[in-house]
Antibody, heavy 117, light 108 residues
């Protein structure tokens, strides 16, 4: 069974930093691209970052480019999202998501990040 | 300008009804469109990929169709557990995944 478990969500002040982790199991993590997708309270889904299986291709949404960094440790089946210079509008549930070439097939349950003073 | 526009925003139907949800792109797509279901308080779940292929474990009452700019998710006979929010998604460019704004399917 594919399982993705996020951790690291917390309350952080504007301008602060936070690191999210995602523990993957049930599949060969090193063979799959991974993504982070977020959902602000009461809003829709927003894709924010992609990393290829070998970390050779990395992409970001314009809304987080330059502030967020995606990375992975395939030896430990883990995905990360380092978030810096956080803004109130970054408040959301952050989902770790396995990807294929064109769609997102397995989702974690999400980690809540609240940016507030 | 929205790249993927879903309609209607809210659809009010009764169990047993047929539901038709639309997703329109502002440019022709390569038929890689996907549909997701999200129930309250849960993560999204992949229903349909490549416009018409059901994901593993998805009931046969869910079907996807369409090509080019216009795509449809059909639920042939609504079950109580189908009332949720549905999103379409496409990888418009290789640099990003794009979602529609969602259709809320509610009980009438």
């Amino acid at each position: 069974e594919v399982l993705l478990v996020e951790s690291g969500g917390n309350l952080v002040p504007p301008g602060g930093s936070l690191r999210l982790s995602c523990a993957a199991s049930g599949f060969q993590f090193s063979l799959y691209s991974m993504n982070w997708v977020r959902q602000a309270p009461g809003k829709g889904l927003e894709w924010i970052s992609y990393i290829s299986s070998g970390s050779t291709s990395i992409y970001y949404a314009d809304s987080v480019e330059g502030r967020f960094t995606i990375s992975r440790d395939s030896g430990n089946n883990s995905l990360f999202l380092q978030m810096t210079n956080l803004r109130v509008e970054d408040t959301a549930v952050y989902f770790c998501v396995r990807g294929t070439a064109a769609h997102l097939d397995y989702w974690g349950q999400g980690a809540l990040v609240t940016v507030s003073s | 300008e929205d790249v993927l526009t879903q309609s209607p925003a809210t659809l009010s139907l009764s169990p047993g009804d047929r539901a038709t949800l639309s997703c329109r792109a502002n440019q022709g797509l390569a038929n890689y469109l996907a549909w997701y279901q999200q129930k309250r308080g849960q993560a999204p779940r992949l229903l349909i990929y490549e416009a018409s292929h059901r994901a593993a474990g998805v009931p046969a009452r869910f079907s996807g169709s369409g090509s080019g700019r216009d795509f449809t998710l059909t639920i042939s006979s609504l079950e109580p557990e189908d009332f949720a929010v549905y999103y379409c998604q496409e990888r418009i460019t290789w640099r990003e995944f794009t979602f529609g704004q969602g259709t809320r399917l509610e009980i009438k």
